[in-house]
């Protein structure tokens, strides 16, 4: 299930900031906490295919006793982690082969192409 740790910037230490609202109580998400046998299972089914959608994800997430949104963040975030280790790799090729990178190889803007990291379950 969820679980929400206590509120966010409400110890009693000194008054309160710009940055506190004042309003209802932001709750931090815990991170999930993946069983080895699932984290195998979810790779297994990465090597498969990087995109896991519909009655698949569904059915998977049952199988695994996760959330849907669970399995769903677990993807977006290997197809991630999948991206970078393919970009350090090709880059070692090439330096393997005497090709210079430009300096600026590894601030390349791939992040229009890439989904963002969420450690999240909703």
Same mark, same amino acid.
């Given at each position: ?26 709750? &931090? ?8 046998? $699932? ?10 295919? $990087? ?18 949104? $669970? ?18 790799? &090709?880059?070692? &090729? ?16 791939? &992040? ?11």
């Amino acid at each position: 299930g969820l679980e929400l740790s206590h509120c966010v910037g409400t110890n009693s230490l000194g008054p309160a900031g710009p940055w506190r609202s004042g309003g209802p109580c932001k709750m &931090k998400r815990v991170r999930t906490i993946f069983k080895p046998e $699932q984290l195998e299972r979810l790779e297994q089914e990465f090597l498969k295919q $990087q995109y896991m959608v519909g009655t698949e994800r569904v059915d998977l997430a049952a199988t695994l006793h996760l959330t849907e949104t $669970q399995v769903k963040v677990w993807f977006q975030n290997r197809r991630i982690k999948w991206r970078k280790q393919s970009m350090e790799q &090709k880059a070692a &090729k090439l330096s393997q082969f005497g090709v210079i990178q430009p300096a600026t190889a590894d601030s390349t803007d791939t &992040k229009d192409h890439e989904e963002d990291t969420v450690d999240v379950e909703l």
